[in-house]
């Protein structure tokens, strides 16, 4: 079936560092969602991508879904606490269900 | 506030007894979803209904079962089968647009579910 792997599945962070997570899938995906799960909270939908080399912005978030559609990427430009929390893709191949990668969880040293 | 209601936000099951979480929704979506999260894993998902009286099976339904009586409501019971139930269980909501999937998904504040 269906897979969708995220690197890496931790990452600490100085204040005012980037970041970025990585989103693999093992087939080709029709679109790619990004959420954000505050620590203690529920996922938050970011973003959806759906063209071969999209890319969007949102302030310091950059998402990005690569040509052959099978991997994404989110990148935050100088980190801020606000930040926290762990970070989801979610992507759907064609004809099939919206499969969750396992979330790359950020900290944030202020 | 339009949303998602999950209650409750704790809940403790004893060995041998099924347990029904709660789901509503007032967004009028027509798609409502069922995960289950462990710590420091992602989303697995136990069940998803696209319309009223009918639901899907998704990765991991053994030992739950759902009912889709009305359009705001999308209960799950946790059966004495699921021998390992403690986790985290979330809720979701979306429009069903040309695919499943399509459409971003609205979340719940989630049960926390623990075995005494």
């Known amino acids: 079936g269906q897979q969708v792997m995220q690197i890496p599945q931790y990452q600490h962070v100085q204040e005012g560092e980037d970041f970025t997570t990585y989103c693999n899938s093992s087939?080709?995906?029709?679109?790619i969602q990004w959420y954000k799960q505050r620590p203690g909270g529920h996922p938050v939908f970011l973003i959806q991508?759906?063209?071969?080399?999209e890319v969007k912005k949102q302030k310091r978030l950059t998402f990005q879904f690569g040509e052959a559609k099978k991997n994404s990427s989110l990148h935050i430009t100088a980190t801020q606490t606000t930040d926290v929390g762990t970070y989801f893709c979610?992507?759907?191949?064609?004809?099939?269900?919206?499969?969750f990668g396992e979330g790359t969880q950020l900290t944030v040293n202020p | 506030d339009g949303g998602i209601t999950q209650s409750p936000k704790y809940l403790f099951r004893k060995e041998g007894q099924n347990v029904t979480l709660s789901c509503e929704q007032n967004?009028?979506?027509?798609?409502m979803y069922w995960y289950r999260q462990d710590p420091g894993q992602g989303l697995r998902l136990i069940y998803y209904?696209?319309?009223?009286?009918?639901?899907q099976k998704g990765d991991i339904a053994e030992g739950y079962s759902v009912s889709r009586e009305k359009k705001e409501s999308f209960p799950l019971t946790v059966t004495s089968a699921q021998k390992n139930p403690t986790a985290f269980y979330l809720c979701?909501?979306?429009?069903?647009?040309?695919?499943?999937?399509?459409?971003?998904?609205?979340f719940g504040d989630g049960t926390r579910l623990s075995i005494l």
């Open positions: 979701a909501s979306s429009w069903t647009g040309s695919g499943y999937g399509n459409q971003p998904q609205h």
């Open positions: 087939t080709t995906l029709s679109n």
């Open positions: 991508l759906v063209k071969s080399g």
């Open positions: 979610a992507g759907q191949a064609s004809g099939s269900r919206l499969t």
């Open positions: 967004l009028n979506h027509d798609a």
């Open positions: 209904s696209q319309i009223v009286n009918d639901f």
